[in-house]
């Protein structure tokens, strides 16, 4: 995982960094975990997240409740200690319909690292079958140190593993820059291809002559995390340095394969090492950020955030130090690549993860918790992500972690997300009544329609019959008062609802008043309760 020193040593300087730091606005999630070191969805729609614990358990996480048994227990499989454990997990991206999920870990008794399949029965949707086991990779490893252990889906479908060099220090046998050794690579695996898998085309080398064919990317000494921007596909790399410099690699999709430079380059310092081309070569990739060990002494690679609980808009890749807890922003290339310090995070954290809306989450190794990013929130509820399309000037907000994801990944084609939006509760608890949702057909809008009032909605199907009524119960709202406007419950907010007032129909809620009246200034129509125009109120 990361470079190994005593805990109290990593406290020590956590302490030490915090002093005079602004904290990085985290709440608790979940707590009473081991080690955790990973966070990861399974992209089924499930709104559950998962949580790797160092020790072998893989944990569940379901409407905000850590489930008392774990989906997977392979402890007495796993070498735990240090720097090695059950360190990464990926769920395949049809997991709804195949049930595979895959995790890397060091092995008993010899410390390999292994990378395996299980299935997920449909009977049992929240413990996997152990009997279902399927290796894919056995990876011999030299030394205790330097496992790698992320595995992540790409927007190509393929599995990628990060293997680190192997370890001691220095790369004392050049494993990363040997096109014939699986160490100091990115593996890129075609899992649905072949059993155990099948070669992708395009991977780095074409033969086994020229070298293994697994290899998708060399020269990285420890990649511990590897994120995926879901909106295009780009691959950012957490890869933890020597003793000078941490970095952060970047890949645009489709792009060649690349040589990170490891160990003739750490980051963009010349080592002395050797072992490749010179340093600076044009065959290698240097990194789009990167930090000196003034500021810490091992990155942990993070994920791509769009919300606004740290500085910045739009959507930036987020980051941190394992030991001093600093964290940073970089926006993707090629928009440029700044590294902004947006806080600290007070404790070690392991890994970054999202859920199926987006959130993002840290998790604390030393603590057992998994802290989420942003101001706490009213149990029970679930984000209302708001999303625009450009090219026709449209809104639209939805709860579905499903629709969230064809959203960003392009499927349902030109909306991005705004940044903005609200929260909604999952079912009808304290007075909150379900909001129906019409599709406007094109000639109508070509848009989305959502109410509080059942009268409302009983009047639009009723007048509009070409107006399809997708669902009675798309979030769970309160009503404000009739008269006033006024959201009773002083733990919700109001929501206000405005219709462009142009042929393609389109409406818009939003929590703030300013666009609210940006928008009527501009010729749109605030529907709904009071002076204000409240149409629903939101829990906070």
């Known amino acids: 995982m990361h470079r190994h020193a005593p805990i109290a040593l990593f406290l020590l300087l956590v302490h030490a960094a915090l002093a005079g730091a602004a904290p990085l606005p985290l709440s608790p999630y979940v707590t009473g975990l081991s080690a955790p070191t990973e966070i990861v969805n399974a992209g089924d729609g499930s709104g559950r997240l998962f949580v790797l614990e160092k020790s072998g358990r893989l944990r569940v996480v379901k409407n905000g409740a850590l489930l008392a048994t774990p989906m997977l227990d392979i402890e007495s499989l796993v070498m735990n200690g240090d720097e090695r454990g059950l360190l990464g997990l990926a769920f395949h991206p049809r997991f709804a319909t195949t049930r595979y999920l895959y995790v890397n870990y060091t092995r008993v008794p010899d410390g390999a690292t292994v990378v395996e399949r299980y299935t997920v029965p449909v009977e049992t949707p929240d413990v996997a079958d152990p009997d279902s086991v399927q290796p894919l990779l056995v990876i011999a490893q030299p030394y205790a140190n330097h496992n790698g252990g992320a595995v992540r889906f790409g927007r190509d479908g393929y599995l990628y593993v990060g293997m680190g060099d192997g370890g001691s220090g220095n790369d004392p046998q050049n494993r990363a820059q040997d096109p014939q050794n699986l160490l100091g690579k990115i593996l890129r695996l075609d899992v649905d291809g072949g059993t155990p898998y099948a070669i992708p085309p395009g991977n780095m ?169 942003g101001a706490a929130t009213t149990p029970g509820t679930v984000p209302v992500v708001e999303f625009y399309r450009a090219a026709v000037d449209h809104y639209f907000v939805t709860v579905d972690p499903l629709e969230v994801a064809g959203l960003d990944n392009g499927t349902k084609g030109g909306w991005a ?32 329609f959502f109410s509080a009032d059942p009268a409302e909605c009983a009047r639009v199907q009723a007048e509009h019959p070409p107006f399809v009524l997708e669902s009675t119960a798309a979030m769970f709202l309160k009503s404000p008062d009739p008269s006033s406007g006024a959201c009773a419950d002083p733990q919700t907010q109001p929501v206000y609802r405005v219709w462009n007032r142009r042929p393609d129909t389109n409406h818009r809620y939003t929590t703030s008043a300013a666009v609210r009246d940006q928008m009527v200034a501009a010729g749109g129509v605030a529907e709904g309760y009071g002076p204000n125009a409240v149409a629903m109120c939101a829990p906070r």
């Open 205 to 373: 080398f074409a033969s086994a002559n020229d070298g293994r064919r697994e290899i998708w990317a060399m020269g990285v000494r420890n990649p511990w995390r590897l994120t995926f921007d879901a909106r295009n596909g780009d691959l950012f790399i957490g890869d933890v340095g020597q003793d000078q410099r941490e970095e952060v690699d970047f890949a645009a999709f489709g792009t060649a394969p690349p040589n990170f430079g490891w160990r003739v380059m750490e980051g963009t310092r010349c080592t002395t090492l050797g072992g490749g081309p010179p340093c600076n070569a044009p065959a290698y990739t240097l990194p789009v950020a990167e930090y000196t060990h003034d500021d810490g002494c091992s990155v942990t690679g993070g994920e791509i955030y769009f919300g606004g609980a740290v500085a910045g808009s739009g959507a930036r890749y987020l980051f941190a130090d394992f030991c001093s807890g600093k964290t940073w922003t970089i926006s993707a290339p090629p928009s440029g690549a700044a590294k902004v310090e947006v806080g600290t995070t007070g404790f070690n954290a392991s890994s970054f993860g999202r859920d199926e809306w987006g959130e993002v989450y840290l998790a604390d190794l030393g603590g057992g918790r998994v802290m989420r990013l």
């Open 417 to 448: 997300r705004t940044g903005l939006g609200f929260r909604a509760w999952t079912s009808a608890v304290d007075g909150a009544i379900a909001i129906c949702r019409f599709y406007l057909p094109p000639g109508y809008g070509d848009s989305h």
